[in-house]
T-cell receptor
Framework: AQSVTQLDSQVPVFEEAPVELRCNYS??????LFWYVQYPNQGLQLLLK??????LVKGINGFEAEFNKSQTSFHLRKPSVHISDTAEYFC???????????FGTGTRLQVFP | NAGVTQTPKFQVLKTGQSMTLQCAQD?????MYWYRQDPGMGLRLIYY???????DKGEVPNGYNVSRLNKREFSLRLESAAPSQTSVYFC?????????????FGPGTRLTVL
């Protein structure tokens, strides 16, 4: 069975600073990986996903993530954050032989002015 | 185009009461999902429906039942609520039936069971 670990429950950062949110997965088969964002009092929305091809995936709002098979990681990055990026970010994993997404526990990104 | 809508937004129940959470989508999606979100635990799948007329258990189905009423609507029922079911419930839908399809989420229902 696959699993996903988000190592940081909270990440505080100042506006315009770079940020990296960490995600590691475990699976015995090939994986597909996702990042979803949840703004305060809203449902989740897709930021980006890796299905195949280039390991560097670009998403909405200037975010990108890199799939690293050897490190079993899919870290999310943004070179310069904005106050409006304050939200909870969820990493998720699935495989070809399952019909379910497995979500991590989430990382709360707090951007300070 | 409202996307995924959920009712009610908030609900307080007493232990043992029953209620149904409603979910509807207007995107003509085939798959629908119910998740619960608890602090420090992320989202956990309760039930899902890959197509009209089919439902399957997810990770935490105990204490819940679902109905895929038609292609648009997918309801979640708590027959006898327990304090452990205090949570935020999210409904989601996806165009296809594969786990790689993007899921679109509703705004959530915050349920408190006293």
């Amino acid at each position: 069975a696959q699993s996903v670990t988000q190592l940081d429950s909270q990440v505080p950062v100042f506006e315009e600073a770079p940020v990296e949110l960490r995600c590691n997965y475990s699976s015995s088969v090939s994986v597909y990986l996702f990042w979803y964002v949840q703004y305060p009092n809203q449902g989740l929305q897709l930021l980006l996903k890796y299905l195949s091809g280039s390991t560097l995936v670009k998403g909405i709002n200037g975010f990108e993530a890199e799939f690293n098979k050897s490190q079993t990681s899919f870290h999310l990055r943004k070179p310069s954050v904005h106050i409006s990026d304050t939200a909870e970010y969820f990493c998720a994993v699935t495989t070809y032989n399952t019909d379910k997404l497995i979500f991590g526990t989430g990382t709360r990104l707090q951007v300070f002015p | 185009n409202a996307g995924v809508t959920q009712t009610p937004k908030f609900q307080v129940l007493k232990t043992g009461q029953s209620m149904t959470l409603q979910c509807a989508q207007d995107m003509n999606h085939n798959s629908m999902y119910w998740y619960r979100q608890d602090p420090g635990m992320g989202l956990r799948l309760i039930y899902y429906s890959a197509s009209e007329g089919t439902t399957d258990k997810g990770e935490v189905p105990n204490g819940y039942n679902v109905s895929r009423l038609n292609k648009r609507e997918f309801s979640l029922r708590l027959e006898s609520a327990a304090p452990s079911q205090t949570s935020v419930y999210f409904c989601a839908s996806a165009r296809g039936q594969r786990s790689t399809d993007t899921q679109y989420f509703g705004p959530g229902t915050r349920l408190t069971v006293l």
